[in-house]
Nanobody, 122 residues
Framework: VQLQASGGGLVQPGGSLRLSCATE????????IAWFRQTPGKEREGISC????????DFLDSVKGRFIISRDNAQRTVYLQMNSLKPEDTAVYYC????????????????WGQGTLVTVSS
């Protein structure tokens, strides 16, 4: 299963970015896709997940109301819209896929895209 994350970059505090996770067709229809992030020395933390029926689950309180996950099955892509970015949002962001259910624990996801770096700084 191939996942490809993109869209990271440098943004000023208060700005926005949209991350993309391109998937294979079978993944987009039958898998649960989640976004995680990781900073040096810390564990990978779950941000949010979208189910195969487009329900969403938010894991991370610090980004609720600012980050929105969505999917476009026609484009085979899952997005993470990040608004009102803060310096503490600086991290490498990953998308991941699994079957059956969303989970905030990164170890339960067998399929991962490469990370995309988001830097929030003035």
């Amino acid at each position: 299963v191939q996942l490809q994350a993109s869209g990271g970059g440098l943004v000023q505090p208060g700005g926005s970015l949209r991350l993309s996770c391109a998937t294979e067709e079978i993944v987009s229809g039958y898998y649960y896709i989640a976004w995680f992030r990781q900073t040096p020395g810390k564990e990978r933390e779950g941000i949010s997940c979208i189910t195969s029926s487009d329900s969403t689950i938010d894991f991370l309180d610090s980004v609720k109301g600012r980050f929105i996950i969505s999917r476009d099955n026609a484009q085979r892509t899952v997005y993470l819209q990040m608004n009102s970015l803060k310096p503490e949002d600086t991290a490498v962001y990953y998308c991941a896929a699994r079957r059956h259910a969303c989970d905030s624990d990164s170890v339960s996801y067998p399929y991962w895209g490469q990370g995309t770096l988001v830097t929030v700084s003035s």
